[in-house]
Structure formats: C-alpha cells, structure tokens
Nanobody, 125 residues
Framework: QVQLEESGGGLVQARDSLTLSCAAS???????MGWFRQAPGKEREFVAA????????YYADSVKGRFTLSRDNAKNALYLHMGSLKPEDTAVYYC???????????????????WGQGTQLTVSS
C-alpha cells in the first residue's frame, strides 16, 4: 500500500506562483506518479506525471511551460511548481501513484492505483 498526502494549496492571485507537495509513504516504488485536478462540475483531468525510474516528464498542454514537476527521492516526495497561475487553474489537485510495475497510459486516471485526498487551489482574477 502507498499513502499519499498533498499539501500547499491555497488562495492566490492570477500570475502568482505556488508549489504543491505530495508526500508518499508505505511501499513507495511506483512506475508513475502524477498530478490530476478536478474543478467543480468537471471530470478529473491530467496535469503532469513522471515515470519514476527513467525520469520522463509529461505535461498537459494547458500547463506546459507554466508548471514543472520535481521530485526528492530521499523524501519520496513529488512537487508541482506552478507559475503564471490563471483562474482556470482553480481546482482540487490530487497526487496519484501506480503500483510497482504498473502499466497504463499516464494521462488516464484508471492507470493509477493510489490517490491522495486532494488540496484546493483557488486562483482569483
């Protein structure tokens, strides 16, 4: 089992920057770790992911160039550095991880086996 805990959300203004953190505990070897978000009335959508062993990074087009993933292997932590925030970035942000040797397309929510509780980000205009 893997437990994921997000932190760092809050209320910011447009064009601000903010970093979300995801702390993983338990059996933490995962093929993929990523961030998804869900705005009110919308489906959960892919934001960014990392293929842990190879370090490959993937981003949604809507955040490419503004958001950056980083990790701390020693802390089993994943970070989402968000810049040039827009009101449309407002959502609950979820950290997700696969089981070891998990397979699946990084953009699909169904590829991930473990989810955090989410952290709210609100961007005011």
């Amino acid at each position: 089992q893997v437990q994921l805990e997000e932190s760092g959300g809050g209320l910011v203004q447009a064009r601000d920057s903010l970093t979300l953190s995801c702390a993983a505990s338990g059996r933490t070897f995962s093929t993929l770790m990523g961030w998804f978000r869900q705005a009110p009335g919308k489906e959960r959508e892919f934001v960014a992911a990392i293929r842990w062993s190879a370090g490959n990074l993937y981003y949604a087009d809507s955040v490419k160039g503004r958001f950056t993933l980083s990790r701390d292997n020693a802390k089993n932590a994943l970070y989402l550095h968000m810049g040039s925030l827009k009101p449309e970035d407002t959502a609950v942000y979820y950290c997700a991880a696969t089981k070891p040797y998990g397979s699946g397309y990084y953009r699909w929510t169904t590829s991930y086996d473990y989810w955090g509780q989410g952290t709210q980000l609100t961007v005011s205009s």
